[in-house]
């Protein structure tokens, strides 16, 4: 081999090296997150996504080094994601003890009162007035949703039919498939409702009252890595200064409590 040919040879080689080091880079400094219509705080308009968790993390990720790709998921896609470590960030991620095999939780940005609320048909509502009325009923969930212990390991609520998300259970539920849903998003519930028309609603007397923590979940996977702890401190940095407040009523909403 000649001098210049192996020059050649080896600038090519190195020039190779390079390109691969960058595409590691680039690809390190990137998040993929999954984004579901959850609003106020999460909204899907046709190709848009908007909200003021989409744009708390885009914000916190920059802060240190990263950019953030969003995709449209339902939520059971979004923790498989998670499990598997397709997926590196779901924000409202709900913290149960299933998860935390899993899922590392960012935050959190907020406590928030989400009640878990019991939508009947109107005139029904006191056929549901303490926790134990529910044993009598049948019961839509949604797919791999975190309501509250006790509902979520109760056998005795042996009337459960699954939907995916929704605008099933909305359908499922005008067409007389159960009785109550268990609602955890009032207002995207009620957005399905009403993109089918339907007003023939109210809520059972009974609801279930708690406070729980605003997480971004993170997929164990990637949280290992530097990712972690400088999302956690840019997130908590965030909270400490307002500017969770701020985002948040910039889109109308009320500063949350932390």
Same mark, same amino acid.
């Given at each position: 081999?000649?001098h210049?040919?192996?020059?050649s040879?080896?600038?090519a080689?190195l020039?190779g090296?390079?390109?691969s080091w960058?595409?590691v880079?680039?690809q390190d400094a990137?998040?993929?997150a999954?984004?579901?219509?959850?609003?106020?705080?999460?909204v899907?308009e046709?190709?848009r996504?908007?909200?003021?968790l989409?744009e708390?993390m885009e914000?916190?990720?920059a802060?240190?080094?990263?950019?953030?790709n969003w995709r449209?998921?339902?939520?059971?896609?979004?923790?498989?994601? &998670?499990?598997?470590?397709d %997926?590196?960030i779901?924000?409202?991620?709900?913290?149960?003890?299933?998860?935390?095999a899993?899922v590392? @939780?960012?935050?959190p940005?907020?406590?928030?009162?989400k009640?878990?609320?019991f939508?009947v048909?109107k005139g029904?509502?006191r056929?549901i007035?303490r926790?134990e009325d529910?044993h009598?009923?049948s019961?839509g969930?949604k797919?791999?949703?975190?309501y509250?212990?006790r509902?979520d390991k109760?056998?005795a609520?042996?009337?459960r039919v699954t939907?995916?998300?929704d605008? %099933?259970?909305?359908?499922?539920f005008?067409?007389?498939r159960?009785?109550?849903v268990?609602i &955890?998003?009032?207002?995207?519930?009620?957005?399905? &409702?009403?993109?089918?028309?339907?007003r023939d609603y109210a809520?059972?007397? @009974?609801?279930?009252r708690?406070?729980i923590?605003n997480?971004?979940?993170?997929?164990r996977?990637?949280?290992?890595?530097a990712?972690?702890?400088a &999302?956690?401190?840019?997130l908590a940095?965030m %909270?400490?200064?307002?500017?969770?407040?701020?985002?948040?009523?910039?889109?109308?909403?009320?500063?949350p409590?932390?």
């Open positions: 081999m000649s210049a040919l192996g020059a040879w080896f600038s080689l020039l090296a390079a390109i960058s595409a880079q680039a990137e998040l993929m999954d984004f579901r219509h959850r609003p106020p705080e999460m899907v046709g190709q996504f908007s909200g003021p989409k708390i914000e916190a990720a802060k240190v080094g990263y950019r953030v449209l998921a339902p939520f059971s896609r979004s923790l498989h994601g &998670l499990e598997s470590g %997926v590196d779901v924000p409202r991620t709900i913290r149960n003890e299933q998860r935390e899993f590392a @939780y960012l935050g940005i907020a406590v928030q009162q009640d878990i609320l939508l048909k029904r509502e056929s007035r926790y529910l009598e009923v019961v969930v797919r791999k949703t975190a509250f212990p509902f109760d056998s609520i042996d009337k939907g995916g998300d605008f %099933v259970l909305a359908r499922m005008i067409g007389g159960f009785d109550t268990a &955890l998003d009032q207002t995207a519930i009620e957005s399905a &409702l009403a993109g089918y028309g339907f809520y059972a007397d @009974y609801r279930h708690q406070r923590g997480y971004y979940g993170m997929s996977r990637s949280s290992h890595s990712r972690y702890p &999302l956690q401190k840019a940095d %909270v400490a200064s307002g500017r969770v407040a701020e985002i948040f009523t910039g889109y109308g909403l009320p500063a409590e932390h």
